[in-house]
């Protein structure tokens, strides 16, 4: 069964300093892992797409990893802000015919002043 | 830019009330998703549909029914509202499969079932 486990399950850290959100997957075969950021009470919104071949991708800040070997990602935010604070989701979809790709339960980052 | 809406922010029922959240995508996707999302279980699919009138069970149906009679709409119907339905759902929109099925969500609704 495809599974997406994501660590910590939260997260405190202070303005400005950096932070690394893990994401493990037994997703197979692999076709491309995206990380969402969730405001609270809001939907999730996109931050970066990766497949197979890519092992790094920025979105400003937000900087995602990629090791199709070791079946992790992980998610490195630089110089965090207030509004850096929600909810961070690991989606992996799977190369068969699936409309439906697996969801993590998220980390929820605190970024206090 | 994808844009999906949802017709509420905020939604109070009472227990028993038949309720519909509707979701409108306006980038002409084939797909169209319904989750909810509760404390610590993350997001859990509760029926999606890949064409008009056609809908497949997720994880979590019992309870729910869906109606997709056009494509940019895709309605949750709540018949008998009870207070374990009080949750977050969210509408997501997409098309293709695998490595094409990209989802777009909606802000979401908040449902309180009193």
């Known amino acids: 069964k495809n599974q997406v486990e994501q660590s910590p399950q939260s997260l405190i850290i202070l303005e400005g300093k950096n932070c690394t959100l893990q994401?493990?997957?037994?997703?197979?075969?692999?076709?491309?892992l995206r990380w969402y950021k969730q405001d609270t009470g809001r939907g999730p919104v996109s931050l970066t797409i990766?497949?197979?071949?890519?092992n790094t991708k920025s979105n400003g800040r937000y900087t995602a990893t990629l090791d199709a070997d070791t079946k992790q990602s992980s998610l490195h935010i630089t110089a965090s802000q207030l509004s850096d604070s929600a909810s961070y989701i690991c989606?992996?979809?799977?190369?068969?015919?699936?409309?439906?790709?697996?969801f993590g339960r998220g980390t929820s980052l605190i970024v206090h002043p | 830019d994808v844009k999906v809406t949802q017709s509420s922010r905020y939604l109070v029922k009472r227990t028993g009330e038949k309720v519909f959240l509707e979701c409108v995508q306006d980038?002409?996707?084939?797909?169209m998703f319904w989750y909810r999302q509760d404390p610590g279980l993350g997001l859990r699919l509760i029926y999606f549909?890949?064409?008009?009138?056609?809908?497949e069970k997720g994880d979590i149906p019992e309870g729910y029914s869906v109606s997709r009679e056009k494509k940019e709409r895709f309605s949750l119907i709540l018949e008998s509202a009870s207070t374990n339905q009080t949750s977050m759902y969210l509408c997501?929109?997409?098309?293709?499969?695998?490595?094409?099925?990209?989802?777009?969500f909606g802000a979401g609704t908040r449902l309180s079932v009193l």
């Open positions: 997501a929109s997409g098309y293709g499969t695998g490595s094409q099925n990209i989802q777009y």
């Open positions: 994401c493990n997957y037994t997703v197979s075969p692999f076709s491309n």
């Open positions: 990766m497949t197979f071949s890519e």
């Open positions: 989606v992996v979809s799977d190369r068969g015919g699936s409309y439906i790709p697996t």
């Open positions: 980038m002409d996707h084939e797909n």
């Open positions: 549909s890949y064409d008009v009138k056609m809908k």
